[in-house]
């Protein structure tokens, strides 16, 4: 009995050290696309903050928006999220008001992920970290 109370104990040791480790990692991605879009200096069109004044932009998210780009954007856990005008009509593209791609893979991005709903882009930011070759 005590062999195998010691062997669930040493299991459950393990999966915790592994949880840790993922989270560390994760940790280690977050602080690297923070350090990448600090280092980028972006800017937004005048105007651009009110395709966004109607949401509760969380703090966690930093400005990716670029004069280039069609909409501003922001960017949290590797995912750049760009966010077009709240009233369809308004809008220059077809499409949905917030459209989630990896920030890494900008020039080249797809769309992972697209809604009107902004919970719903909150939830697929929050649920995961955007897949990066060579971070680790």
Same mark, same amino acid.
Request: hydrophobic share 30%; charged share 35%; aromatic share 16%.
């Given at each position: /009995?005590?062999? %195998? ?9 393990? $999966? @915790?050290?592994?949880? *840790?480790?993922? *989270? ?9 696309? !923070?350090?990448?879009?600090?280092? =980028?200096?972006?800017? /937004? ?8 004044? &109607?949401? &509760?932009? #969380?703090? @966690?998210? %930093? ?8 909409? #501003? ?12 005008? $709240?009233?369809? %009509? &308004?809008? +220059? ?16 991005? +797809?769309?992972?992920?697209? +809604?009107? &709903?902004? !919970?719903?882009? *909150? ?7 955007? #897949?990066?070759?060579?971070? =680790?």
């Amino acid at each position: /009995m005590i062999i %195998k109370v010691k062997k669930d104990y040493e299991k459950e040791i393990t $999966k @915790t050290e592994q949880l *840790l480790k993922r *989270l560390k990692r994760e940790d280690s991605r977050q602080d690297y696309y !923070n350090r990448l879009i600090a280092n =980028k200096g972006f800017s /937004m069109f005048e105007g651009w903050e009110d395709n966004y004044s &109607d949401l &509760d932009i #969380p703090e @966690t998210w %930093k400005n990716s928006s670029w004069t280039g780009d069609e909409y #501003p954007s922001f960017a949290y856990k590797g995912w750049q999220i760009w966010i077009s005008e $709240k009233d369809e %009509k &308004d809008r +220059t593209e077809e499409g949905a008001r917030f459209n989630i791609g990896e920030l890494h893979n900008y020039s080249t991005s +797809t769309v992972w992920f697209w +809604t009107d &709903d902004f !919970n719903k882009a *909150l939830d697929f930011v929050n649920s995961r970290v955007a #897949p990066f070759i060579g971070v =680790k």
